[in-house]
């Protein structure tokens, strides 16, 4: 195999290879130097007149517990199910519930069970390290699109170092208490969040390919 060819075989596997995590090994830290190269290759993602519009705010140690501490102790009074999914796209959410709370053992009449395993999200499932991907708040959709280019080339470059993530809207719910726990500045708005580590090997719902459309239901092709 030509290195180009090589190189794309194992792009291409950790594509695959990239999943949600949903339950992380907690005493196991993210190697400080897998965290800086995944962050340089990540640096490389495109940008709009290249004005690199991500942030990302990340606590480890007693920050990320006092993180986790206080989203879980605003989310226990209330959270919302949807995180603002439109009506017609919610049949897709119901779907990715019944794959992973099933995964979770947890029934699909069980609405406390489901709470429960929901409120997990505000302690980032037990990652190590978690925080937020903000952005400024005067800028718009394609920088937005900026920032998501860099946060799966961050995702992937983890993945391929055999770290494991989970991005998360859940946790942007409550904007306020990122920002007092992660010193984010008013100037920036608060896109998700995101939690890094090791997965648990032993949660099934670890284990699980979410499957995607038809690339057809997509892309569409026009030529006339
Ligand atoms: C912007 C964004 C927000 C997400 N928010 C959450 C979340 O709050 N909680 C959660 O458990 N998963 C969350 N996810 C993970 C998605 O559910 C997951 O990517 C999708 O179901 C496909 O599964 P896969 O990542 O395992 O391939 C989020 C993913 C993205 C990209």
Redesign the pocket.
Same mark, same amino acid.
């Given at each position: 195999m030509s290195g180009t060819a090589a190189a794309a075989a194992n792009l291409d596997t950790v594509i695959r290879e990239r @999943?949600?995590t @949903?339950r992380f090994l907690p005493d196991k830290p993210v190697p400080r130097e897998l965290l800086d190269e995944s962050l340089e290759l990540a640096m490389r993602a495109p940008s709009n007149s290249n004005i690199q519009p991500w942030r990302l705010f990340l606590a480890t140690g007693a920050r990320r517990m006092r993180l986790g501490e206080a989203l879980l102790r605003r989310a226990t009074s209330g959270f919302p199910a949807t995180?603002g999914i439109p009506e017609s796209f919610a049949v897709l959410r119901q779907q &990715?519930g019944a794959v992973v709370y099933g995964a979770m053992g947890v029934a699909r009449d069980d609405a406390e069970g489901r709470r429960i395993a929901q409120l997990r999200?505000f302690d980032f499932f037990g990652a190590p390290m978690a925080g937020a991907v903000c952005m400024h708040r005067d800028l718009g959709h394609a920088d937005g699109v900026a920032v998501g280019m860099f946060l799966q080339t961050l995702l992937l470059a983890l993945t391929e170092r055999g770290l494991a993530t $989970? !991005?998360? !809207?859940?946790v942007a719910h409550f904007p306020d208490v990122l920002r007092e726990h992660l010193d984010i500045p008013d100037e920036l708005r608060v896109l $998700?969040g995101l939690g890094i580590g090791y997965a648990d090997p032993n949660f099934p719902a670890n284990q &699980?390919r979410?499957p995607r459309n038809p690339v057809s239901a997509n892309v569409v092709f026009l030529d006339d």
């Amino acid at each position: 195999m030509s290195g180009t060819a090589a190189a794309a075989a194992n792009l291409d596997t950790v594509i695959r290879e990239r @999943r949600t995590t @949903r339950r992380f090994l907690p005493d196991k830290p993210v190697p400080r130097e897998l965290l800086d190269e995944s962050l340089e290759l990540a640096m490389r993602a495109p940008s709009n007149s290249n004005i690199q519009p991500w942030r990302l705010f990340l606590a480890t140690g007693a920050r990320r517990m006092r993180l986790g501490e206080a989203l879980l102790r605003r989310a226990t009074s209330g959270f919302p199910a949807t995180a603002g999914i439109p009506e017609s796209f919610a049949v897709l959410r119901q779907q &990715l519930g019944a794959v992973v709370y099933g995964a979770m053992g947890v029934a699909r009449d069980d609405a406390e069970g489901r709470r429960i395993a929901q409120l997990r999200n505000f302690d980032f499932f037990g990652a190590p390290m978690a925080g937020a991907v903000c952005m400024h708040r005067d800028l718009g959709h394609a920088d937005g699109v900026a920032v998501g280019m860099f946060l799966q080339t961050l995702l992937l470059a983890l993945t391929e170092r055999g770290l494991a993530t $989970c !991005v998360q !809207v859940s946790v942007a719910h409550f904007p306020d208490v990122l920002r007092e726990h992660l010193d984010i500045p008013d100037e920036l708005r608060v896109l $998700c969040g995101l939690g890094i580590g090791y997965a648990d090997p032993n949660f099934p719902a670890n284990q &699980l390919r979410i499957p995607r459309n038809p690339v057809s239901a997509n892309v569409v092709f026009l030529d006339d």
